[in-house]
């Protein structure tokens, strides 16, 4: 049994941000972002990230003739989530008025879709007809725009698809490593509690101390290593499992992190690059946000296809990575 995308939407904001506008706040260039990434500009707001999610979620909704109260699951990915509780699937199914959806929250970082589209997969199976994935990320409000080495990688965006069964097969390769959950992470801040002791929150989790909590820390190189083996084994894998190969994917849509991470990926797949589908030139890193914005664009321009064989992989946080292959 597999999956259908029965349709897609997405949300950006309105404001660009480009690299010239990072070279007068901190010592950055055009020609290093460029070179080093791929990317150009990207898009951030103030409004909540649900805000966001909801504009993506109506569209993929309304993209899949369908009406809010037709949809029996909603499958929310965030790691910006506006609320420590309730979820963000939540403020979602009252917003859009998705009466029927249960509703929960998946904190996979940026290969949450993919987590989101497995946990899909199992659901249909068991007799849930209409599930809505909504991927929506507010990196803004937990980038520090004093650190060059990531504020200018990342950006706000929301994308969303609504999926149900079909008969052409899914398949997908999901992994942890909590080994390196120390190199890229947000600290939550803490309470000033005042009736117990405070503890240094690195003396008890290990993690290395980088100043302010609440925002992105990264080690840069490390996770560049783990991203470019994790995508390809992710990848073939999942192909392994569909009974394909990565030759016979008609496209891919990668987690957009860093242009140099899909060159290489391709390069160890043995695949062309014209075969992964990328927008980070214009979007930057939006996390979860990012595979499911690419598949609205695709699915705008009319590209998904029947019958097209679509593979999609991402990484992130945790680590994690997530690979899956089905058709349209
Ligand atoms: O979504 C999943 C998580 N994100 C990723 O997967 C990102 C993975 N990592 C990367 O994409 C790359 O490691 C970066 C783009 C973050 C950095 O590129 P790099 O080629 O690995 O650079 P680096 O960290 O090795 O730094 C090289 C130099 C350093 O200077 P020194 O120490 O050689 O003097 C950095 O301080 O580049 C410097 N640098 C910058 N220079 C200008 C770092 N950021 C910047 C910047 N502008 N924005």
Known sequence: MGLKILGTGSYL??????????????????????KRTGMKERRITEQPTWVMARHAAEAAIADAG??????????????????????????????????NAVALDINAACAAFVYALDMAHMYLQHGYRHV???????????????????????????????????????????????????????????NDV??????????????????????????GREVYKFAVSAMSRALKEACEKFGTTPEQLDLI?????????????????GLPLERFYTNIERYGNTSSACIPVGLAELGAAGELKPGRKVGLVGFGAGLVYGGCVFEL
Not at 23 to 29: D, H, L, M, Q
Not at 172 to 180: M, Q, R
Request: hydrophobic share 40%; with cysteine.
């Open 66 to 99: 369908l009406s809010p109260e037709e949809i029996d699951l909603i499958l929310c990915t965030t790691v910006t989530s506006d609320y420590i509780t309730p979820s963000m699937a939540c403020v979602i199914q009252g917003a859009i008025g998705a009466v």
């Open 132 to 190: 809505l994935i909504v991927s929506a990320e507010g990196l803004s409000k937990i980038t520090d725009y004093t650190d060059r080495s990531t504020c200018v990688l990342f950006g706000d965006a929301a994308g969303a698809c609504v999926v149900g069964w079909s008969d052409k097969g899914f398949a997908a390769s999901l992994g942890s490593d909590g080994t390196g959950a120390n190199t890229l992470f947000a600290r939550r801040p803490l």
């Open 253 to 269: 849509v990668p987690h957009q992190a860093n242009l140099r991470i899909i060159q290489s990926a391709a390069k160890e797949l």
């Open 194 to 219: 005042p009736f117990v002791e405070q503890v240094d929150p690195q003396s008890v989790d290990g993690f290395p101390d980088v100043g302010r909590a609440g925002v992105l820390y990264m080690n």
């Open 13 to 34: 904001p309105e404001t660009v941000v480009t690299n010239d506008d990072f070279a007068k706040i901190v010592e950055t260039s055009d020609e290093w972002i460029v």
